[in-house]
């Protein structure tokens, strides 16, 4: 096959030795239909340059479904995502900001907001829809929406007050958090409750409490693979490792980890084949991993660069060429826009907002930008701990900053 000779002589099938397993009957049939989908790219062409040109974003029927889902009505093939509906509203924004379209959510911005306060409980918090009852996960998606926005009328209906009361009913003694009212512990309360505070300047650990035993809990949570699991015990998975990176990041407690054994498992969850991230040992890829993994390097190469230790600034830890390839040549297979996990997948708002959010990470590292295909493949950068616009981003720290210094003045 001339992709793997020409393109990525990295890139390796599965051998599963002649021991044929559902897994790897699986594994095999994945990397086939991926096989399909790079030889329409690469070939019958001669010329490199030619094939990568090929390579597309197709941000006008990404933005059209985006912009059509965003105060779209559930219908009743979708009422199980009623208590997804604040996540809904990030997955979108993000999703569009990302595609350059900043300027329409401040357009929008009235409606989002109104939406959002239907979600929001007189007790603090966010629920995954109107009138339900808060749930950190939930505030950690309505919070990231309005920052998303990034304007003075979205900022202006968070309630931080409110919003730490609600965290701090959370917060379990051994500093873990429950997501909502007698609800699960894992380690997505932390980091959620962690981003929030964080975003919203409320005093952490140690100028106050909130936090008091949460780098300890999360750090029991790491398991002997190097990744992190939902809770102490649990197998090491993307998405709650990077949970626990980002949140240990947000603490100042990274170097506390065993920080060797997490950048190998991280770094092994790209597939040699594939070019896409999988969530953890010996599962398929899934484009949504491209950021819930694809962050977790750069986090941990920041970390080391604040730490005045020697590591690159002109390239992340993983392949990014690789990875773009894989979400814009296997993950763009609907005519309508959208983006899928993989080929022959639905495509939906949740891989779409973090199949763009890993192709953020991967265009844009320290000192480069690292763009496959043609020019206008560029997305908007992110911040890799939060997942929100590095521009929306700056705009609330400056609106905080006034905010604060008005409360000093009173």
């Keep these: 096959m001339n992709y793997e000779k020409k393109c990525f002589a990295l890139h390796r099938r599965f051998n599963d030795d002649g021991y044929a397993t559902r897994t790897t009957i699986e594994q095999m049939r994945v990397e086939k239909s991926i096989e399909h989908r790079y030889d329409v790219y690469f070939e019958n062409d001669s010329d490199d340059d030619e094939s990568v040109l090929k390579i597309i974003l197709f941000r006008a029927e990404h933005i059209e479904y985006l912009k059509n889902g965003l105060f779209k009505p559930l219908d009743h093939h979708f009422y199980v995502l009623d208590t997804s509906r604040s996540w809904m509203v990030y997955w979108i924004s993000l999703s569009l900001n990302l595609l350059g379209e900043s300027d329409y959510l401040k357009e929008k911005s009235l409606q989002i907001i109104s939406f959002l306060r239907n979600c929001e409980s007189p007790h603090g918090g966010y629920g995954g829809g109107p009138n339900q009852e808060p749930h950190l996960a939930a505030t950690y998606a309505a919070v990231n929406a309005i920052v998303t926005i990034g304007n003075d009328i979205a900022f202006n209906s968070l309630n931080r007050v409110a919003i730490e009361k609600f965290l701090r009913r959370m917060q379990q003694p051994n500093g873990s958090f429950t997501l909502h ?124 660069v604040g730490k005045n230790q020697m590591v690159s600034l002109d390239r992340w830890l993983f392949d990014q060429e690789a990875l773009q390839e894989y979400v814009l040549i296997c993950c ?41 295909g043609v020019s206008d493949n560029l997305v908007e950068p992110i911040h890799p701990v939060f997942n929100i616009p590095c521009q929306s981003l700056e705009a609330l720290r400056e609106y905080l900053k006034r905010k604060d210094n008005q409360e000093e003045l009173k």
């Design 181 to 304: 009212e007698s609800g699960e512990v894992d380690i997505r309360g932390a980091y959620c409750a962690l981003s929030v505070a964080k975003l919203l300047h409320i005093p952490t650990y140690p100028e106050s409490d909130l936090f008091h035993g949460t780098a300890d809990w999360i750090l029991s949570c790491q398991t002997y693979e190097g990744g992190f699991g939902a809770a102490p015990g649990h197998e090491a998975h993307g998405g709650y490792t990077f949970c626990g990176v980002a949140a240990l990041a947000l603490l100042d407690q990274l170097d506390r980890c065993d920080f060797d054994a997490l950048m190998h498992w991280t770094a092994n969850r790209q597939l040699s084949f594939e070019g896409g991230f999988s969530g953890r040992t010996n599962k398929l890829v899934d484009g949504c991993y491209s950021f819930w993994n694809g962050a977790v390097l750069p986090i941990l190469q920041s970390w080391r």
């Design 332 to 372: 763009q297979n609907h005519p309508g826009g959208g983006l899928v996990d993989k080929p022959g997948k639905n495509r939906d708002f949740y891989h779409t907002c973090y199949t763009l959010s890993g192709l953020s990470i991967a265009q844009n590292s320290f000192n480069s930008r690292i763009v496959i």
